[in-house]
């Protein structure tokens, strides 16, 4: 791991800790369905990465930080509602894997890394409603 490998790492750190404080002080709601995708996202990057003996640590960290974060929104029970929506984002993630599955590592990579922006998307349209409860240092 070299230099930048562990100073990406550390700021994964940094900033995921910071968001889990203020899920878990009830400042910032978070969208559990966007959490727990990018938690498995990340993880199938990873190993992707690691089968492929690629630079797996940045997912690795960014999938027990995703991880952290759907455990502080289950233990703060404001997890919200699962709508048709988030179903419908379900969907294409599955694709992606179904993608990833038939296609081999590489492919697994550019797959989940499309589904990441896919989960994302509930997330993003729970800032666009409520921007005053985005954490804006933790986006940036």
Not at 87 to 98: D, G, N, R, W, Y
Request: glycine share 4%; hydrophobic share 60%.
């Amino acid at each position: 791991m070299n230099f930048y490998n562990i100073a990406a790492c550390a700021i994964a750190v940094a900033v995921y800790a910071l968001l889990c404080i203020q899920v878990l002080q009830r400042k910032v709601p978070q969208n559990f369905a966007t959490w727990i995708l990018w938690a498995l996202l990340d993880s199938i990057a990873a190993a992707s990465l690691i089968v492929q003996e690629g630079n797996f640590w940045i997912p690795v960290f960014y999938a027990l930080g995703s991880g952290a974060i759907v455990f502080s929104v289950l233990k703060t029970k404001t997890a919200g509602k699962w709508t048709n929506f988030e179903s419908m984002i379900v969907v294409l993630v599955v694709i992606c894997i179904i993608a990833w599955a038939l296609s081999g590592p590489q492919m697994a990579t550019i797959a989940s890394t499309t589904a990441l922006a896919i989960a994302g998307i509930p997330q993003v349209m729970d800032v666009y409603k409520k921007p005053f409860e985005s954490p804006l240092f933790v986006w940036i």
